[in-house]
């Protein structure tokens, strides 16, 4: 289990140790390389392995045009590239940890403090979701990487963008809807772009009987409130930077100035809390592409007091939050059994298991 403290413990040294340039240099990069590693290079971790192994094998012999209609696009030839070079599930693997690692780092670069963003990724993002669901850990890697040049990035190459992540998984067409509603057209035009596009992303899903029984099957019946206790967990990992960043509202626009975008995106996370009586897995799900504002929060709020004794009390404080959200993930966790022992594929146990395929 180690290796998971490892991976919220370098960050957090160097969050207390350096100084921000520091933390954007050399010391980032180290922690890069660390979740990349134990990311990319990992074997037999997460719930979702078995199930992606078997894609892995069965993807090459299933026909193109069966493949495509049952899958997002992207995420089939990923599969079937990796088979061509030979690398099988290993590369889908290392793939899924590299893109999801490009989005989150270039989330932390744009925070106050990097590496108190690297911290409150740890508990759900870097372990439960990354380690676990590559299709969607390749699309939060794209979504935040949008999400940190917000300003940035055209409104075409944040739409291209976005339909890239979709064809990896599905639902992050949803951000479409934030891109209308946080656009420059009027209201009246904001509220009808997203009333059409989320009836584009709902004609999708229903035409496709696959995948409308696979989502429904996932997110909706399997998924339900009862079934999954942990949903309320993670939406919370979000909602509750979100209630702090509106209590402190106020000082963060003296300090930062007023982000459109940090405000819609916290409203989301609060008001995530109100379906999870609903549809908690799909809640939760969703809510995984508004997380970056979590992060954000987080790195950006020891900057809203000006003593530094407050501020290292406030770091402090969240980097012990986050470490007692991973202890309370990998000992009570529904899942936790399928993270723990940690191994890679350069373990001993790996190499047996990957000889005998």
Same mark, same amino acid.
């Given at each position: 289990?180690?290796?998971?403290?490892?991976?919220?413990?370098?960050?957090?040294?160097?969050?207390?140790?350096?100084?921000?340039?520091?933390?954007?240099?050399?010391?980032?990069?180290?922690?890069?390389?660390?979740?990349?590693f134990l990311i990319g290079f990992?074997?037999?971790?997460?719930?979702?392995?078995?199930?992606?192994? &078997?894609?892995?094998?069965?993807?090459?012999?299933?026909?193109?045009?069966?493949?495509?209609?049952?899958?997002?696009?992207?995420?089939?030839?990923?599969?079937?590239?990796?088979?061509?070079?030979?690398?099988?599930?290993?590369?889908?693997?290392?793939?899924?940890?590299?893109?999801?690692?490009?989005?989150?780092?270039?989330?932390?670069?744009?925070?106050?403090?990097?590496?108190?963003?690297?911290?409150?990724?740890?508990?759900?993002?870097?372990?439960?979701?990354?380690?676990?669901?590559?299709?969607? &850990?390749?699309?939060?890697?794209?979504?935040?990487?949008?999400?940190?040049?917000?300003y940035r990035l055209s409104i075409p190459a944040k739409?291209?963008?976005?339909?890239?992540?979709?064809?990896?998984?599905?639902?992050?067409?949803?951000?479409?809807?934030?891109?209308?509603?946080?656009?420059?057209?009027?209201?009246?035009?904001?509220?009808?772009?997203?009333?059409?596009?989320?009836?584009?992303?709902?004609?999708?899903?229903?035409?496709?009987?696959?995948?409308?029984?696979?989502?429904?099957?996932?997110?909706?019946?399997?998924?339900?409130?009862?079934?999954?206790?942990?949903?309320?967990?993670?939406?919370?990992?979000?909602?509750?930077?979100?209630?702090?960043?509106?209590?402190?509202?106020?000082?963060?626009?003296?300090?930062?100035?007023?982000?459109?975008?940090?405000?819609?995106?916290?409203?989301?996370?609060?008001?995530?809390?109100?379906?999870?009586?609903?549809?908690?897995?799909?809640?939760?799900?969703?809510?995984?592409?508004?997380?970056?504002?979590?992060?954000?929060?987080? &790195?950006?709020?020891?900057?809203?007091?000006?003593?530094?004794?407050?501020?290292?009390?406030?770091?402090?404080?969240?980097?012990?939050?986050?470490?007692?959200?991973?202890?309370?993930?990998?000992?009570?966790?529904?899942?936790?059994?399928?993270?723990?022992?940690?191994?890679?594929?350069?373990?001993?146990?790996?190499?047996?298991?990957?000889?005998?395929?």
């Amino acid at each position: 289990m180690y290796p998971y403290f490892l991976m919220i413990g370098l960050p957090a040294l160097f969050s207390m140790l350096v100084s921000r340039k520091a933390q954007t240099g050399i010391a980032l990069a180290a922690v890069f390389l660390l979740f990349l590693f134990l990311i990319g290079f990992r074997y037999e971790i997460g719930p979702d392995w078995f199930s992606y192994l &078997a894609q892995s094998e069965r993807y090459p012999y299933t026909d193109f045009v069966e493949l495509f209609e049952h899958g997002e696009v992207s995420w089939a030839m990923l599969v079937l590239a990796s088979n061509e070079l030979g690398l099988g599930l290993y590369g889908m693997v290392f793939a899924s940890a590299l893109v999801f690692c490009f989005g989150l780092f270039s989330i932390a670069r744009v925070c106050e403090e990097p590496m108190l963003a690297l911290v409150a990724a740890v508990p759900y993002l870097a372990i439960a979701v990354a380690m676990s669901g590559m299709r969607q &850990a390749i699309a939060i890697g794209i979504i935040f990487f949008i999400i940190s040049r917000w300003y940035r990035l055209s409104i075409p190459a944040k739409i291209g963008l976005i339909l890239l992540a979709s064809s990896f998984h599905f639902s992050a067409l949803l951000m479409m809807g934030l891109l209308a509603f946080d656009s420059r057209l009027s209201m009246s035009r904001k509220i009808g772009a997203g009333f059409l596009i989320f009836a584009l992303v709902g004609w999708q899903v229903l035409g496709q009987d696959y995948r409308m029984n696979r989502y429904t099957s996932t997110y909706l019946v399997d998924g339900s409130a009862g079934d999954t206790p942990g949903a309320i967990f993670h939406v919370l990992l979000t909602a509750v930077p979100a209630i702090a960043y509106f209590v402190y509202r106020k000082r963060w626009v003296q300090v930062y100035g007023r982000i459109s975008i940090i405000d819609l995106l916290a409203a989301i996370g609060i008001l995530a809390l109100a379906g999870l009586p609903f549809a908690a897995t799909a809640t939760d799900r969703m809510t995984l592409y508004f997380s970056a504002v979590a992060l954000i929060i987080q &790195a950006n709020f020891p900057g809203l007091w000006e003593r530094r004794g407050a501020k290292n009390f406030v770091r402090v404080s969240i980097i012990m939050l986050n470490f007692l959200a991973v202890a309370v993930f990998l000992l009570a966790g529904n899942h936790a059994a399928a993270f723990t022992p940690y191994q890679t594929i350069f373990s001993e146990s790996a190499q047996l298991g990957i000889s005998r395929r």
